[in-house]
């Protein structure tokens, strides 16, 4: 009912910044809550930060005052800016769908490749 597509990623040193961008497709969008999950080598799927159809905002510890979510409902999309970016952030980040009375995320883009050297 809703595909979406991660873009933005690449490769940045640092203490640099990247804004990962997830365009949705559906008229029911703002309905969904969205969120940002991280894969990084060697570990499970995490969630990184989230934001529902009503607003409320979500981080993980490892994330906040570096990381902001926010949703554009006019545009069917969902950001996510990075500054700070540490090596440890390093992971394929994919954007996810979850509907009001689903028990959890399951509508999920292909992911993009965010790399932070050192």
């Known amino acids: 009912q809703v595909q979406l597509a991660e873009s933005g990623g690449g490769l940045v040193q640092a203490g640099g910044s990247l804004r990962l961008s997830c365009a949705a497709s559906?008229?029911?969008?703002?309905?969904?809550?969205m969120g940002w999950f991280r894969q990084a080598p060697g570990k499970e799927r995490d969630i990184v930060a989230s934001?529902?159809?009503?607003?409320?905002?979500y981080y993980v510890d490892a994330v906040k005052g570096r990381f902001t979510i926010s949703r554009d409902n006019a545009k069917n999309t969902v950001s996510l800016q990075m500054n700070s970016l540490k090596p440890e952030d390093t992971a394929v980040y994919y954007c996810?769908?979850?509907?009001?009375?689903?028990?959890?995320?399951?509508?999920w883009g292909q992911g993009t490749q965010v790399t932070v050297s050192s």
């Open positions: 934001i529902s159809g009503g607003g409320a905002i």
């Open positions: 996810a769908a979850r509907w009001p009375v689903d028990n959890g995320y399951k509508y």
């Open positions: 559906g008229r029911t969008f703002s309905q969904y809550s």
